[in-house]
Nanobody, 123 residues
């Protein structure tokens, strides 16, 4: 299983970005997926996730209403649509795959991680 993220970059406060995570080495329904982020000097934190079959989604309170996680089975892609971005959203964003499919807010529930993509929110 390999995960590759892309779509990060600089953006002004209030702007939008879409991050994508391309998954290879299995079908999307074999895993649950999540997005995490890590800012300099801070611990990795949960952002969003969806269950193995995509029937349940989970969001951190800090991004609820602004971020949307979605999947495209045909393209083996998991996306994170981010809007109304704030300076505190600046971080390296990583997608991750979970075989156990539960406890999706926890880093320890994930087996495979992408290399991350940087998002910088600044005027």
């Amino acid at each position: 299983v390999f995960l590759v993220e892309y779509g990060g970059g600089p953006v002004q406060p209030g702007g939008s970005l879409i991050l994508s995570c391309v998954h290879s080495g299995g079908t999307l329904n074999s895993f649950a997926f999540g997005w995490f982020r890590q800012a300099p000097g801070k611990e990795r934190e949960f952002v969003a996730a969806f269950s193995r079959y995509g029937d349940s989604t989970y969001y951190a309170d800090s991004v609820k209403g602004r971020f949307t996680i979605s999947r495209d089975n045909a393209k083996n892609t998991v996306s994170l649509q981010m809007s109304n971005l704030k300076a505190e959203d600046t971080a390296t964003y990583c997608c991750a795959a979970s075989q156990i499919g539960w406890g999706l807010r926890s880093v320890s529930s994930y087996d495979t991680w992408g290399q991350g993509t940087q998002v910088t929110v600044s005027s």
